[in-house]
Structure formats: structure tokens, C-alpha cells
């Protein structure tokens, strides 16, 4: 069985930092592309990060380019998203997401983690 | 950028059919995937590749394209596919997500 856990969500001050981690399991990870999704409350789903299966290739939103990474270690079955310079609207639940496309032009996300919550207050 | 836009909702009687629009700049070239998500859920894949159902996914649920539209028909609606759907797709370098239409089936 295919699962995503994420893990790291917390309350947090703006202008803080943050990692999140995702554990994959029940599958090759080694094999796969991951990426990172979120949407905040009430809102709809919004892309942040892409990893290809050996990280020679990412990808960013235009919102967290410069502020977040993105990160796997294959030996782990892991995924990482380490986000700084956090803002009020980076509050979200952030979604592990795997990408069992061949060409990132068919990009699609075909399972899904719990989420983590990230909420960013003073 | 391009953007992908969907009408915010849609309601439909049970048993009848429902049908979700999600349009943007050259969608006839790009490949769309579509997610439904349940309150309080994860999104769930529902079709990927413009037209393809990944296993457990009954066919009901079919695409058609016709030029920069795409059309998600959900044939003979439960309750149990009420919730939001959002269309997704690749461009240059990022990836798109629809606004999301919700479906409500009463």
C-alpha cells in the first residue's frame, strides 16, 4: 500500500522557518517524482515544489521561489520542504504529493499525503 | 502565466448528470488531470492524461476536450461525489491548478 506522512506542521512566527518531511512507503521511491502541494483555508489547491526521482531537476512556484527548498534523500524514502522568510499567507496545510508521470508535461498526482498543518501568526 | 479557470459550482439531482468546464490558453495542447476533494479529505485523482481513470475510478467519470475546454462529465451522481474538483495541468515550468468547482448533489 501506497503512503504519504508528513510531518513538521506547527504554529509559527512570521519570519520564521520551518521543514517539513514527508516519509513514502509502499512503493520505489527511488523511482518516483514528488512534489509539494498546499491550499490554504477555505482556498484551492496550489503547486510549490517539484523533485524529480534523482533531484537533478526542481521546480518552484513563483510564491516560495527563493524562500522554500525542496530536498529528497532516495536512501530514506523521504522528501523535504524547508521553508524560511514564512509569511501569514504561507498558511496552509502542505500536501506530499507523488508524480508517476514519465514527462513532467503530463505531471500528475496520483497519491496524496494527510497533510501538515502550517499556520503562520504572531 | 496561463491560468485554468472552472465555473465555482455545480448542482445536480441524484442519478442525474453533472458537468465541470475547466478552460485556459492552448488546453488542447496541454494534458489535464482532475482531482475531487471531499471536506475535510485529501484530493483524490480522478482522471489523468485528458481522458485516462486510474484503477477504482468507475466510469462515470469521462473527459472531453474541444478546443481551450475541457468538460468532466460525472455520469449518474451519488452523494458520495459531492465535494470539490479541480483541474490541473503542466506549463512552462510550473504546474496550474483550476480555482475549483463544487458539486453539490441534493
Known amino acids: 500500500e501506497v503512503r504519504l506522512v508528513e510531518s513538521g506542521g506547527a504554529s509559527i512566527q512570521p519570519g520564521g522557518s520551518l521543514r517539513l518531511s514527508c516519509a513514502a512507503s509502499?512503493?520505489?521511491?527511488?523511482?518516483?517524482?514528488m512534489n509539494w502541494v498546499r491550499q490554504a483555508p477555505g482556498k484551492g489547491l496550489e503547486w510549490i515544489a517539484y523533485?524529480?526521482?534523482?533531484?537533478?531537476?526542481?521546480y518552484y512556484a513563483d510564491s516560495v521561489k527563493g524562500r522554500f527548498t525542496v530536498s529528497r534523500d532516495n536512501a530514506f524514502n523521504s522528501v523535504y520542504l524547508q521553508m524560511t522568510g514564512l509569511r501569514a499567507e504561507d498558511t496552509a496545510i502542505y500536501y506530499c504529493?507523488?508524480?508517476?508521470?514519465?514527462?513532467?508535461?503530463?505531471?500528475?498526482?496520483?497519491?496524496w499525503g494527510q497533510g501538515a498543518l502550517v499556520t503562520v501568526s504572531s | 502565466s496561463s491560468e485554468l479557470t472552472q465555473s465555482p459550482s455545480v448542482s445536480v439531482s441524484p442519478g442525474q448528470t453533472a458537468s465541470i468546464t475547466c478552460s485556459g490558453d492552448r488546453l488542447a495542447d496541454k494534458y489535464l488531470s482532475w482531482y475531487h476533494q471531499r471536506p475535510g479529505q485529501s484530493p483524490i485523482l480522478v482522471i489523468y492524461q485528458n481522458y485516462k481513470r486510474p484503477s477504482g475510478i468507475p466510469a462515470r467519470f469521462s473527459v472531453s476536450k474541444s478546443g481551450n475546454t475541457a468538460t468532466l462529465t460525472v455520469r449518474g451522481t451519488l452523494t458520495t461525489d459531492e465535494g470539490f474538483y479541480y483541474c490541473?495541468?503542466?506549463?512552462?515550468?510550473?504546474?496550474?491548478f483550476g480555482g475549483g468547482t463544487e458539486l453539490t448533489v441534493l
Open positions: 509502499g512503493f520505489t521511491f527511488s523511482a518516483y517524482n
Open positions: 523533485i524529480n526521482s534523482d533531484s537533478d531537476t526542481i
Open positions: 490541473q495541468a503542466w506549463d512552462t515550468n510550473t504546474v496550474l
Open positions: 504529493v507523488r508524480d508517476p508521470s514519465s514527462l513532467v508535461i503530463a505531471i500528475n498526482f496520483d497519491y
